[in-house]
């Protein structure tokens, strides 16, 4: 979580837009037209229970917005909507998953978001506003938060698209000559790929309460784009699910590589011995120093034994291979 907190206020019409970027002591001016709250990074607890007052949230909200650990979920506080979701995204330096908790307040011409961390998600929609092109500026608070949790949702699907390119070198690599590591970062994977399923899940439910809700905030305009959003939510269940199916065959392949190598490893182990069978008995017998044994003191005995050994050894070889053992 960032140790600071920035906030920005962009009050906008369909003809005109004004954005605020109120510091600690500045208090927070007088809403003209739909107000959107832009909160990044939630370390100033001075300035969040400001905004609390503010607005008027009930404390409840402000808990769950500060307890970053929670589920994805709706709650209608009548006067407003409360939701959390979550976003995942790749460390740069350790590729390690990283989980980040977005909360939405949807109010009467309002619409607060918080982010963990400062971060560029939003970008677009500021870029849209400013531009003043489009349905956002002329729609009410419902279309502005489909805008902010299509944003979330697109996120996941670059995520998912870094997930499926990560999935495919891991294919190359077990197709190759897979090692244990191959096996840590399969299991890896697959943890991760849990997570994401784990936080997309009950976002179906509140795009789903969006679309079917009869809350005075949401319009019958705004649901079709909310069904859509749930539509979405379910083609990234969809590929999670078939990343989890080619995950599972790869970890089946990896042991079945390992297990084949093991064979091979121990078939020619079996080889070898099988070859030192006859030599060993070979070298037995003369090694049980009678004194009358054949050839013990002819002076090409000991020659004569190491030409029969190495004629058993390559003929030996050379069954096996006509027989394909190896």
């Given at each position: 979580m960032t140790s600071h907190t920035r906030i920005s206020i962009i009050d906008f019409s369909e003809n005109a837009i004004q954005e605020y970027k109120p510091g600690e002591d500045?208090?927070?001016?007088?809403?003209?037209?739909?107000?959107?709250?832009?909160?990044e990074g939630l370390g100033d607890m001075q300035q969040l229970e400001k905004l609390s007052?503010?607005?008027?949230?009930?404390?409840?909200?402000m808990e769950d917005v500060l307890n970053t650990a929670h589920r994805p979920k709706i709650e209608d506080y009548e006067d407003y909507l409360f939701v959390v979701m979550k976003l995942?995204?790749?460390?740069?330096?350790?590729?390690?998953?990283?989980?980040?908790?977005?909360?939405?307040i949807l109010?009467?011409?309002?619409?607060?978001?918080?982010?963990?961390?400062?971060?560029d998600l939003f970008n677009p929609i500021k870029d849209h506003l400013a531009a003043g092109k489009g349905r956002l500026r002329r729609r009410g608070e419902g279309f502005l938060a489909?805008?902010?949790?299509?944003?979330?949702?697109?996120?996941?699907?670059?995520?998912?698209?870094?997930?499926?390119?990560r999935i495919e070198h891991l294919q190359e690599r077990v197709a190759g000559n897979p090692t244990p590591d191959v096996m840590i970062a399969i299991q890896n994977l697959r943890r991760e790929v849990f997570?994401?399923?784990?936080?997309?899940?009950?976002?179906?439910?509140?795009?789903?309460?969006?679309?079917?809700?009869?809350?005075?905030?949401?319009?019958?305009?705004?649901?079709?784009?909310?069904?859509?959003?749930h539509d979405h939510i379910i083609q990234l269940m969809d590929m999670l699910e078939s990343y989890r199916e080619i995950l599972s065959d790869m970890v089946e392949i990896y042991l079945s590589s390992?297990?084949?190598?093991t064979n091979?490893?121990?078939?020619?182990?079996?080889?070898?011995?099988t070859i030192f069978i006859p030599l060993t008995f070979i070298t037995g017998i003369y090694g049980m120093n009678f004194v009358h044994m054949p050839e013990l003191a002819w002076h090409w005995g000991y020659p004569l034994i190491w030409l029969v050994m190495f004629s058993v050894a390559a003929y030996m070889l050379n069954l096996f291979r006509r027989r394909k053992w190896f």
């Amino acid at each position: 979580m960032t140790s600071h907190t920035r906030i920005s206020i962009i009050d906008f019409s369909e003809n005109a837009i004004q954005e605020y970027k109120p510091g600690e002591d500045e208090a927070i001016p007088v809403q003209e037209g739909l107000r959107w709250v832009n909160v990044e990074g939630l370390g100033d607890m001075q300035q969040l229970e400001k905004l609390s007052t503010v607005f008027g949230l009930h404390h409840l909200v402000m808990e769950d917005v500060l307890n970053t650990a929670h589920r994805p979920k709706i709650e209608d506080y009548e006067d407003y909507l409360f939701v959390v979701m979550k976003l995942f995204h790749y460390d740069n330096k350790s590729e390690n998953l990283q989980e980040e908790q977005l909360s939405f307040i949807l109010g009467s011409g309002l619409v607060i978001s918080f982010l963990e961390n400062a971060n560029d998600l939003f970008n677009p929609i500021k870029d849209h506003l400013a531009a003043g092109k489009g349905r956002l500026r002329r729609r009410g608070e419902g279309f502005l938060a489909h805008a902010l949790m299509d944003c979330v949702i697109d996120r996941y699907f670059l995520l998912l698209e870094t997930v499926g390119d990560r999935i495919e070198h891991l294919q190359e690599r077990v197709a190759g000559n897979p090692t244990p590591d191959v096996m840590i970062a399969i299991q890896n994977l697959r943890r991760e790929v849990f997570f994401i399923r784990k936080a997309l899940w009950p976002m179906r439910e509140i795009a789903s309460f969006f679309e079917k809700d009869d809350s005075p905030l949401l319009s019958d305009t705004i649901r079709p784009y909310f069904r859509d959003l749930h539509d979405h939510i379910i083609q990234l269940m969809d590929m999670l699910e078939s990343y989890r199916e080619i995950l599972s065959d790869m970890v089946e392949i990896y042991l079945s590589s390992v297990s084949n190598r093991t064979n091979e490893i121990m078939k020619v182990l079996t080889i070898i011995a099988t070859i030192f069978i006859p030599l060993t008995f070979i070298t037995g017998i003369y090694g049980m120093n009678f004194v009358h044994m054949p050839e013990l003191a002819w002076h090409w005995g000991y020659p004569l034994i190491w030409l029969v050994m190495f004629s058993v050894a390559a003929y030996m070889l050379n069954l096996f291979r006509r027989r394909k053992w190896f």
